[in-house]
């Protein structure tokens, strides 16, 4: 590379195509570093011009730019302050300023630290983030918890009292549940607010709209996230926010079309095989997950790697010998998806961005909803998300995910199938029937819809009589689905003797549960109904016997195991909360109340703490270990989270080690890990 020529390029673009320049300026920089050379003046002015100010280099630059770097400085709540970029400093301005903000900006843009440095300077009160996922609440928690868990309380379950400051960080769902508890919110922050659109998650965009609608009328100020958005059309929801479109790249991405050339197996491991730093393979589905290992397992060899090999054997010992992780952690090689225990995920997580630990993770779409990594490298193996194909808005966060400020100037995208077609992405948010009752904003709704609503609710009111103005008032009809309802209450108006004995499900006596599982997952329609009917029998046994027990009590595998617990924990014990609510209305004689039945299955029949704590990044089996030790009750559900968190504080993580029975050595590990995300 010719370095004056570069630079002159960069300088003759920074006034006609500053993107571009941008980009050619980051190429720059990683060809500087890649041959260890010190930024001269000239690569220092550069940076100034074009508003990367976290890269220049203090000991190099000039007056001017040295005072830029310390200009652009912000508390973050770190020990040390951090430098922000043009636009990153731009959009804290703003929201100081008290302005209401929806910013599209790159996935390398580095939206977290403009949330920290918002905390660490205005000092909210009360601030609500809103996140897809537990994978995001739980690394968002970890990464406030360090900085501000001495001022706030960081909150992340819904029955948590509230303290004087409060930091809640929570998937829409849950939100929802603590909605009442919340007088007044400073700030409600919605990442990746897309998802409200039924465009982008059908399933849960109604719950993000009815958090959106909620909280947002108790926040004196909103600011929300999304990624590549071409336009966002006129809505109630985004009403008086300004909106900002922010082109402004850290990294450049290295587009490969890797699929144009001769076999797809044969281009993933030349790609596997030379590179040494960290890859995200995208498989799209489980059974592309299924393939992928089957190549890995045949044509890639085992790392010797201690640590590997420790957290191998932990698997095989409390999940299953036969399941393919098992053989893939050998060789470098973790799973990411929707489906796997919390505390797993998060483990595979921690060990990919350790330099001595995983080297690739393949994924389902889990890995584009905001699971930050240190991936250089993206592969595109698979073209589907689930069961249709991935659009170009996926794919775009999916390779957004290649490289990493401060880590990588280059991320290598490697294609191994042809990519969407390029194509404007317009976010439509639309107000769901469901909401139309709550929200207060009748003139931005169609009538079909509107008549949709009022038709429903006079039919419930007819139905329901006095009840239905409680259950409205409890935000009942808001939180669940419309044809589900509207089949209960026909149901138990119509055969109301058919749900005499609902309280068995009370019971220890699994056999007596069968006629009201059947009835109840066949009316909600949450197949399929023999497999999960078996596998909620059995799992009650959860925190009894050990995962290897119930796999081969079940024999299933260990992602079927996952995947049933997950319907259990998240289907079942929606439908059972919902047949529970309108059987205490319309079915009084019974004096029934299987709210015992519906927190066991929410909570996948494992104490409360115990599941909440997988959240956290602590296995149950490792909980196990510690109740058994008699040195905290994790099994107390009178007990909240914090309180239990409390208890660890108090003992110590060395007390753990040193007094629990049967830790091996990457029990230790994972215990350490999961200390460091709870200590103040």
Known sequence: MNIFETCQKINNLINSNEEKAREELIKLLDFYESQKIPYDELVNHLIRQLGLYPYLDTKTSSWQENFVYEAFKVDIGDDKPITLHREQSSVLKDLIDGKNLAIIAPTSFGKSFIIDA?????????IAIIVPTIALTDETRRRLQKKFSNQYKIITTSEVELSEKNIFIFPQERALHYVAKIAELDMLVIDEFYKASA????????????????????????YFLAPNISEIKSNPFTKGMEIKRIDFNTVFLNIHDSYKNSGKESELLKILNNTEYKTLIYAGTYSEIDKLSKIIKEKIPDLDNDLLNNFSQWVATNYSQNWELVDLIKQGTGIHNGRLHRSLSQIQ??????????????????????????????????????????????????????GR??????????LLEKPPEKEKIQLSLEMP?????????????????QKEAIDFHQKMQNKLGESYKKLRKQSFFEENNWDLIEELVSDMEVKASEWNGLNYLNTANTEAWDRFLYKVLTM???APYKELVKFIKISSLNWDK??????????????????????VSFDVSNVFNCVNILQKEMLPHLNTDISSFVLKTHYAFLPKNVYLLEEYGLPRMISKKIQLSGLINIENNDKNLHSIIDNFNEVTCEKIIQQVENLDDFDEYILKYFFNGIKK
């Open 546 to 567: 050990s995962i290897p027990y119930l796999i081969n009590k079940l024999k299933i595998s260990a992602d079927d195991f996952f995947r049933l617990e997950k319907k």
């Open 349 to 402: 997580i921690k060990l990919f961005d350790e330099v001595n630990g995983l080297k690739n993770i393949i994924s389902t779409s889990s890995i584009i909803e905001g699971v930050n990594t240190s991936a250089k490298n993206i592969i595109f193996w698979g073209k589907k998300n689930g069961t249709s194909n991935l659009k170009y808005f996926g794919y775009k966060n999916l390779i957004g995910r290649g």
């Open 433 to 449: 029937k469901e909401l139309i009752d709550v929200s207060g904003t009748s003139n931005d709704i169609d009538n079909p819809k």
């Open 118 to 126: 918002f905390i660490a300077l205005k000092q909210p009160k009360n």
């Open 199 to 222: 465009d982008f998650d059908k399933q849960r965009s109604t719950s993000l709209l009815n958090t959106i609608l909620k909280l947002g009328k108790k926040s004196k100020q909103k």
């Open 524 to 526: 909600g329609k949450v």
């Open 405 to 414: 400020m401060f880590k990588h100037f280059i991320g290598e995208v490697y």
